[in-house]
């Protein structure tokens, strides 16, 4: 089974690149599970309009290559950000606006007209750093990108498995929150091998009627 981890802040080695390294570490002591870590960075990606609504342009190689690994060969698909200004940085949110092409189906409609999400064979699990303390962030959860992501993964029909937060402004340094994010990876690894479905939380509060066939 195959997992993409893809690290989308722009500085290396920072915070919630860090995580993310410490979280493939776990899921490596699964067996017969492979990773990939993808920066983001390195994946030129044009800015969404209607003209490439409908997937990667010609001088989008490695987008497409990107993507094809999502649509295809991919059982789980980590993303790991910081929060710039209680969001993601731009080359995420659009890198989410254009895999609408396949993450929606745009021929079939709910009965409130929204496209029904495609992403039902990829477990998603979200890790993100921030500067604002993590009880801060517990209780203005839903002015965070945990919280976002969550919603936008489940519109596509994708399973969320979870996601983690850290305020710690040097969680890079912070061998505890980096051997949770360890132990987190092998435990989301161990569900995707297991083909267990999404966490009870995301069962009961988050389900999108874009989720819903007709």
């Not at 860090?18 to 390195?42: A, S």
């Not at 997937?55 to 910081?82: C, H, M, Y």
């Amino acid at each position: 089974m195959k997992i993409i981890a893809l690290s989308c802040s722009p500085s290396r080695k920072r915070n919630s690149d860090t995580m993310l390294d410490n979280f493939i570490i776990g899921m490596k002591k699964v067996p017969n599970i492979e990773v990939e870590k993808i920066y983001l960075e390195d994946i030129p990606i044009d800015t969404y309009n209607y003209e490439n609504s409908t997937g990667p342009q010609e001088n989008e190689k490695l987008f497409k290559q990107l993507t094809d690994k999502i649509r295809n060969n991919t059982s789980g698909l980590v993303i790991a950000t910081p929060t710039y200004n209680f969001s993601v940085p731009a080359h995420l949110k659009n890198f989410i606006d254009r895999i609408r092409f396949f993450a929606l189906n745009f021929k079939d409609k709910n009965k409130l007209g929204q496209p029904v999400g495609m992403l039902g064979n990829i477990k998603t699990y979200f890790l993100v750093s921030g500067g604002t303390p993590n009880w801060a962030e517990k209780i203005l959860f839903f002015a965070f990108p945990s919280f976002w992501l969550r919603g936008v993964f489940l519109y596509f029909k994708a399973k969320v498995i979870g996601a983690y937060y850290s305020g710690n402004v040097e969680t890079f340094n912070n061998e505890k929150i980096l051997k949770k994010c360890t132990k987190k990876g092998r435990k989301y690894a161990e569900n995707i091998k297991k083909r267990k479905g999404q966490g009870i939380l995301e069962n009961i509060f988050w389900r999108s009627p874009q989720n819903k066939q007709k």
